[in-house]
């Protein structure tokens, strides 16, 4: 099941880099360029670390690099496409100046890239974007500002991203207990779990920006139609 669902995964994202590098090029999308590179980085480091992680090969150092990049282009595509009204207004320093602390703390007590994984980095990343979500969800209703989720490509940017980020929190949280439960079952059905889990999640939140995507092509169109 967990290799049907990379496949898909990866079918998902080069989905994504088509209409980013040819269906949205001339959109006026909001830091496309941010979205172009970290679509680029994403799929480079997904077939890489399977790739790696299939052969038995260390790749934390690869994940531990990919992180803070990823954190950064994610703060700043958020940043330019949610309005600020639905925001909080010195969220995306704020962010970042956390990040940053806690990933070069942890980068000097785990004594460089290569030794652990930057485990707490990547739980604030994911509690950072789950936030955000909530931010943005409370701020619609608080302003009672109604949008049409069907063709709304800013919701389906801040869902997927939100659902993804909400579950690798949550599995963050248990992984302790995961990975006891991997020590003690020879058939390691914790480790199974999670892979089936990130997975699941992971094609959710491809499949939710693809969707987001469309969504700013079709705007795009009806555009253009509406000057022809």
């Given at each position: 099941m967990t290799g049907f669902l990379v496949y898909i995964e990866l079918l998902l994202l080069l989905i994504g880099g088509y209409y980013l590098f040819v269906k949205l090029k001339n959109s006026g999308f909001p830091d496309l360029n941010f979205l172009k590179i970290?679509?680029?980085?994403?799929?480079?480091?997904?077939?890489?670390?399977?790739?790696?992680?299939?052969?038995g090969f260390h790749n934390i150092l690869l994940y531990n690099l990919f992180i803070p990049i990823e954190f950064f282009l994610l703060v700043k595509i958020m940043e330019k496409n949610i309005p600020a009204y639905l925001q909080w207004r010195n969220w995306p320093n704020t962010g970042l100046f956390i990040f940053s602390l806690i990933y070069i703390g942890e980068i000097i007590y785990n004594r460089g890239f290569n030794h652990s994984f930057v485990f707490f980095s990547h739980t604030f990343t994911s509690f950072y974007f789950m936030v955000l979500?909530?931010?943005?969800?409370?701020?619609?209703?608080?302003?009672e500002?109604?949008?049409?989720?069907?063709?709304?490509?800013?919701?389906?940017?801040?869902t997927g991203l939100f659902v993804y980020q909400f579950a690798n929190f949550f599995i963050?949280?248990?992984f302790p207990y995961i990975v006891a439960l991997y020590l003690s079952?020879?058939?390691?059905?914790?480790?199974?779990?999670i892979n089936i889990l990130r997975a699941i999640?992971?094609?959710?939140?491809?499949g939710a920006w693809v969707y987001a995507f469309i969504c700013k092509y079709r705007e795009t169109i009806s555009s253009s139609s509406s000057y022809a």
């Open positions: 970290l679509y680029v980085l994403t799929f480079f480091t997904e077939i890489t670390g399977k790739i790696t992680a299939h052969y979500g909530f931010v943005y969800y409370y701020r619609l209703i608080q302003l500002i109604a949008i049409y989720a069907k063709s709304d490509c800013v919701f389906w940017l801040v963050n949280l248990f079952d020879v058939n390691n059905l914790g480790i199974l779990i999640f992971n094609v959710f939140f491809y």
